[in-house]
């Protein structure tokens, strides 16, 4: 048994950075310019064309440098994310190495310019190419554009790719359907529709995943694409999905694997030789990059030579010792992000890479799927801890599907009550499941290769101290947290307009302070 540790989060009575400080106090003070380089370079305001300069100064509190450190310090102790252990399934949360957060701070990324000259900015342009390169090893695909800002983004290129590749082969009119499952991420359909397409999505048979019988009734000479995860949220692999591929290819559609959940087949298989046509890889969750308030993303989508023509630029290419940018010919469909999307999120991933090496992948990817099967076992020890598809033998990949729809039955006590009392005790809240929930009250813990068994051990018997709580004090887990930041919050006033407020100016108004 592990032995949990007393946990009380810091709270600190924090006003608004707005009603802190003083008339006159000041952080910084700069000095008075010399008179030489007054007489030479005028008046600094005349610097500004009339049309950009302000009216009014800006309404922003004065502080020293102490009160704005020592403010943000006690937000930031208010805050748990990724200061617990957070498992946090199907994002794949690992540690961001701070020296890769470092070097992309460095001025040659940071203060780079979209539109300066390839011949400028040669070192960096070389980050992106060894990424591709690197990609293209784990994937089998001869292109990868990084232009994408997360999964969704990837998704929504495929979709726009797969409509222009039918257009230009005069289909455009005709496959106007993409396939996929009711087990793949809600990217997939939400893009395809948001593109134009009617989504035809299947549902699970007693494997964990649709059958084979399912995708060929699907597939006509209306499919443009397969649009599939693989291994899915619970954890199963789709071992027949090489005959999936081929089934669609032979009706004439493109096939896409997003490989959000690539964490745990890392180094074990490659999407071109399961014969798909593109790819996705997520840099802010398999690539050690920073995701959510951390983030922001970004989507490395690859494919294969025949849809590279259709790819939105910039795209970088080698010449000799050279590395060129190509803005994409008359076929790509144009750009999905601004310039070069988050491009200071590809260096990160490109250092991760190089430093885990082939051998670090490999065994990462092996440690992931074993910390989650340690887990699996030791989670069903819990009384009211069920998975999905029961009794469907052999591992999971890197997570699997828990459901505490037997624990609620007893108790009353929700998945979403859980997770406040978890956070009682020092760990972050765990993902739940994307929607639609077929599993009641489901959890999907994810250790992924960067959590310790100490740690794994931890949140297991946090878990089932919650579970025990949930039978003899139902209401204080339900009343959850209270050693938290906040207590719990109701929902009443969330649709209310009155009653919040996104700007300082608006928080002035409806207060009535102006």
């Known amino acids: 048994m592990t032995k949990l540790r007393r946990y009380q989060a810091p709270v600190w009575d924090e006003p608004l950075v707005m009603e802190m400080g003083a008339p006159g106090r000041r952080g910084q003070l700069f000095p008075v310019t010399e008179k030489s380089v007054a007489a030479k ?15 009014e100064l800006p309404v922003l509190p004065e502080m020293s440098e102490p009160d ?6 006690h937000l930031s102790q208010q805050t748990l994310g990724m200061v617990g252990i957070s498992l946090f399934g199907t994002c794949t949360m690992k540690y961001n190495p701070r020296l890769h957060e470092r070097l992309a701070a460095r001025d040659e990324v940071a203060e780079m310019h979209p539109d300066q000259h390839p011949d400028t900015m040669q070192g960096l342009l070389e980050f992106v190419y060894g990424l591709d390169e690197a990609l293209r090893v784990l994937s089998g695909m001869d292109q990868f554009t990084f232009q994408a800002a997360g999964g969704a983004d990837a998704a929504y290129t495929q979709a726009c790719i797969t409509r222009a ?11 106007n359907q993409i396939i996929t499952s009711i087990q793949s991420h809600p990217c997939n359909p939400a893009t395809s529709a948001t593109a134009g397409f009617e989504v ?9 995943y649709p059958s084979l019988d399912a995708l060929r009734a699907a597939v006509s ?14 954890g199963i692999y789709n071992p027949e999905i090489k005959e999936w591929v081929d089934i669609v290819h032979k009706a004439g559609g493109l096939c896409f694997y997003d490989h959000a959940n690539f964490n745990g087949v890392m180094s074990k298989i490659r999407a071109r030789e399961l014969g798909f046509d593109a790819c996705m890889f997520m840099l802010h969750k398999t690539f050690g990059v920073p995701k959510g308030g951390g983030g922001p993303a970004v989507g490395a989508y690859g494919c294969t030579e025949k849809l590279i023509p259709f790819l939105p630029g910039p795209l970088v290419r080698k010449a000799g010792d050279r590395f060129t940018v190509d803005e994409g010919g008359p076929l790509s469909i144009g750009k999905v992000r ?10 990160k991933a490109y250092g991760w890479v190089r430093s885990m090496g082939a051998e670090g992948l490999h065994e990462a990817s092996d440690t992931s799927v074993l910390l989650n099967n340690y887990m699996e076992r030791e989670l069903l020890k819990i009384p009211g801890v069920t998975r999905s598809h029961p009794d469907l033998e052999g591992w999971r990949m890197e997570m699997t599907r828990f459901s505490l729809g037997e624990l609620f039955e007893e108790t009353g006590v929700g998945i979403a009550d859980v997770q406040n009392r978890m956070a009682d005790y020092g760990v972050d809240a765990f993902w739940m499941a994307h929607e639609p929930w077929f599993i009641p009250h489901p959890f999907t813990p994810e250790a992924g290769e960067m959590w310790s068994k100490e740690d794994i051990d931890y949140w297991i018997e946090v878990l089932r101290k919650v579970c025990e709580e949930a039978r003899s004090d139902p209401e204080m887990v339900k009343s959850a947290p209270h ?15 009155d009653r919040w407020a996104t700007t300082w100016r608006a928080h002035l108004r409806k207060t009535g302070k102006r």
């Open 483 to 497: 050693n938290q930041v906040v207590a719990k919050l109701t929902a009443d006033n969330l649709d209310d307009p």
């Open 68 to 73: 704005v450190l020592r403010h943000y310090l």
């Open 200 to 208: 035809v999505t299947l549902m699970l048979d007693e494997k964990g």
């Open 165 to 175: 590749y039918h257009a230009s082969r005069g289909e455009g009119g005709q496959r």
């Open 221 to 234: 000479d209306r499919t443009a694409a397969l649009m599939i995860n693989n291994p899915d949220d619970m």
């Open 41 to 55: 370079v005028g008046d600094a305001a005349s610097l500004l064309p009339a049309a950009l300069r302000r009216a």
């Open 338 to 347: 601004e310039y070069w999307g988050n491009i200071h999120q590809v260096m």
